[in-house]
């Protein structure tokens, strides 16, 4: 059974940073692809960034492009988000996904991540 365990969220001022991590169990099981949504307050889930396992390949939201970086740690069995230079833009519930099998959706549709996490807080002050 895979869970997925978001933390590192909480209250910062504009142009301050977070790291959030996603701690992942069984590792170092990534699935296909790990990454991470989120939710602002009254919109949609929406993708900002995710990681393929089998080589690397990246892909940012392009409003967080030069600002987050997306990493996954086998060793310790995480994928983290550092996000620099926030802004209340960046304001939402964070969740870790994982893609877990091939899938005939994308990788940045929501659709083709079937495990979640509980999601962490973010909140930036301006």
């Known amino acids: 059974q895979v869970q997925l365990t978001e933390s590192g969220g909480g209250l910062v001022q504009a142009g301050g940073s977070l790291r959030l991590s996603c701690a992942v169990v069984?590792?170092?099981?990534?699935?296909?692809?790990m990454a991470w949504f989120r939710r602002p307050p009254g919109k949609d889930r929406e993708l900002v960034s995710y990681i393929k396992t089998l080589g690397g390949t990246t892909y940012y939201k392009d409003s967080v492009t030069g600002r987050f970086t997306i990493s996954k740690d086998a060793t310790r069995g995480t994928v983290d988000l550092e996000m620099n230079n926030l802004s209340p833009e960046d304001t939402a519930v964070y969740y870790c996904?994982?893609?877990?099998?091939?899938?005939?959706?994308?990788?940045?549709?929501?659709?083709?991540?079937?495990?979640w996490g509980q999601g962490t807080q973010v909140t930036v002050s301006a």
């Open positions: 996904a994982m893609r877990s099998r091939q899938s005939s959706f994308a990788y940045t549709d929501l659709e083709g991540y079937n495990y």
């Open positions: 069984p590792r170092p099981f990534f699935g296909t692809a």
